[in-house]
């Protein structure tokens, strides 16, 4: 049944020729009434009306749609394309073609929005790398400023001097060093070298090399009770190990003293193997959360400068468990506790 919701051009410009030419036709017909002369005016009113509308509509109204449809597509049209144009867009009613110029212009919204958010986080990313550089960069300069000042005369100051000098510019190594980790890990040029170990002797290791930092704020680090069973995974052991370094550090880091940093590990099913660290420490507000993983990203500005570290740990922890295929999740709650867990996937035989 014609409705004008799925009108095409050649139905409209025959429900147009067909209105023309019945009157005209029914005047002849008074004027001659004579039934061959009726049917005679009618078909020849009718014909040449729907060629006329018929052409009208495709000369200058659908020769615009289409050019719409190569502005949409933007590209030179192949033949298959010419093909398209010329026999089954002259098809399409026009709410057909307004549907399709709608989803393009939505989806060309949603490219935009897309565009605007990464350019707000790329002029934000550029901010804090600007400042995350200038700060070692500036106390760099004005300790060798101070020395050549005549500073160096004094050997305890020039030693202090040179020492603080030392400690950034191992930040700055540090920091392009991580940068470098996360283009490769983004790039896909950091390859995974996957094999079956047991996380709990690797989460072992790791307490092991920093219980020295973890003593300074009298910090257990301990395997949570019913977590001790040997439980092995396969995975990039490397990559995994500076996740669980990364982690326990920030956790050392934002514990509270005489805190505890706990680790666990459960399996989730016969495939997956559920990896967390927890700490009793500040916690991390609601509205920080999604967004913690970015690189140079701190709740607390100062806080987290004052703590050191190039403020690409948590990114890198994010790139190389998604470089396994999965992803980083975290639950925190304010002056509670933060813990953050990941899913490796269980041995291989």
């Given amino acids: 049944m014609l409705t004008t919701k799925n009108i095409s051009p050649g139905q409209l410009a025959g429900f147009t020729a067909f209105f023309i030419a019945l009157p005209v036709a029914a005047g002849i017909f008074f004027l001659k009434p004579l039934w061959w002369v009726f049917f005679l005016a009618f078909g020849i009113v009718m014909l040449g009306s729907y060629l006329l509308i018929l052409y009208t509509l495709q000369r200058f109204i659908y020769r615009k749609i289409k050019l719409i449809y190569k502005f949409i597509y933007q590209t030179k049209a192949s033949k298959r394309e010419e093909f398209y144009y010329k026999s089954l867009l002259p098809q399409k009613s026009m709410d057909e073609v307004s549907a399709d110029v709608e989803k393009w212009a939505e989806q ?15 002029k934000e990313f550029l901010q804090n790398f600007s400042h995350e550089l200038k700060t070692p960069i500036f106390a760099i300069q004005g300790y060798i400023e101070t020395l050549l000042g005549g500073a160096i005369e004094n050997p305890e100051v020039s030693t202090k001097f040179l020492n603080n000098a030392s400690k950034n510019t191992t930040r700055l190594v540090n920091m392009l060093s991580d940068l470098d980790a996360i283009t490769r890990l983004e790039s896909g040029e950091q390859i995974l070298y996957k094999e079956n170990f047991v996380v709990q002797d690797l989460i072992r290791e790791v307490f092991d090399s920093l219980s020295l930092l973890a003593a300074k704020r009298d ?48 399996i989730t ?25 970015e690189r140079f990203y701190r709740t607390d500005a100062a806080r987290s400068r004052k703590e050191g570290g190039s403020g690409l740990g948590l990114a890198i922890c994010k790139h190389i468990i998604e470089a396994h295929g999965q992803s980083i999740h975290i639950r925190s709650k304010l002056d509670v506790g933060t813990t953050f867990g990941f899913i490796l996937n269980a041995r291989k035989e």
Avoid at 221 to 244: N, S, Y
Avoid at 269 to 289: A, R
């Fill in 108 to 122: 060309k919204k949603k490219e935009i929005e897309v565009l605007k958010a990464n350019e707000a986080f790329r």
């Fill in 219 to 266: 910090i257990k680090l301990a395997i949570k009770k019913g977590c001790e069973t040997p439980i092995t995974v396969f995975a990039d052991k490397e990559k995994i190990r500076q996740v669980l370094i990364n982690l326990t550090d920030n956790a050392i880091k934002y514990g509270k003293f005489n805190g505890n940093v706990t680790a666990s590990a459960y």
């Fill in 269 to 293: 099913d016969e495939k997956h193997v559920l990896v967390e660290v927890s700490d009793d420490g500040i916690g991390i507000g609601e509205e920080h959360i999604p967004r913690i993983s």
